[in-house]
T-cell receptor
């Protein structure tokens, strides 16, 4: 089983749609969780951290379910500029000595 | 700009060549990483350096040789590579506090796109 699993997509949605991505992780000792965004042929960039209580940043909402080892990202009112690959990322500890484990990513294509 | 720079941005080399990739971070971080990203695969961790010391080598072949002369610079020396080593090589850095706890965010450089002929 992969350490971090994501549906590769692509998710093709019209502008203004709401879309949700899911991610599961295998290590129950994982401490911190993130969503990164990667545009085509560019480096990954942090989109948002994921907290146990859930958190929201504008049109983006992230949720964490530790019992099910499941992370989600919800994007409301999709924009063309949201088209990218979204990477689910897990860190096993918070010392920084163990680097992040990346999922393969979910590709989103927002269409006019 | 993320504060992490990589050179060169593109590199084409033959299997008998020797080349080096360079990464520099201007963020005052003290941990640096090399990742490899092949087409349609997740990022693969290669090496981790904390305070200039290598703390992780993720079963990387010896034809890849890292060097960290100080906490701001990281190199990846390449020799006798194979065509399957063609990929995007990403450098990243993160801050580690004096108590050992890290900040949340790992910052990536733009990557070096390597093609081995």
């Amino acid at each position: 089983r992969k350490e971090v699993e994501q549906d590769p997509g692509p998710f093709n949605v019209p502008e203004g749609a709401t879309v949700a991505f899911n991610c599961t992780y295998s290590n129950s000792a994982s401490q911190s969780f993130f969503w990164y965004r990667q545009d085509c042929r560019k480096e990954p960039k942090l989109l948002m951290s994921v907290y146990s209580s859930g958190n929201e940043d504008g049109r983006f909402t992230a949720q964490l379910n530790r019992a099910s080892q499941y992370i989600s990202l919800l994007i409301r009112d999709s924009k063309l500029s949201d088209s990218a690959t979204y990477l689910c990322v897990v860190n096993k500890d918070n010392t920084g000595r163990r680097a992040l484990t990346f999922g393969s990513g979910t590709r989103l294509q927002v269409q006019p | 700009e993320t504060g992490v720079t990589q050179t060169p941005r593109h590199l084409v080399m033959g299997m008998t060549n020797k080349k080096s990739l360079k990464c520099e971070q201007h963020l005052g971080h003290n941990a640096m990483y090399w990742y490899k990203q092949s087409a349609k695969k997740p990022l693969e961790l290669m090496f981790v350096y904390n305070f200039k010391e290598q703390t992780e080598n993720n079963s990387v072949p010896s034809r890849f040789s890292p060097e960290c002369p100080n906490s701001s610079h990281l190199f990846l020396h390449l020799h006798t590579l194979q065509p399957e080593d063609s990929a995007l090589y990403l450098c990243a850095s993160i801050g580690i506090g004096t108590s050992g706890t890290s900040t949340d965010t790992q910052y990536f450089g733009p990557g070096t796109r390597l093609t081995v002929l």
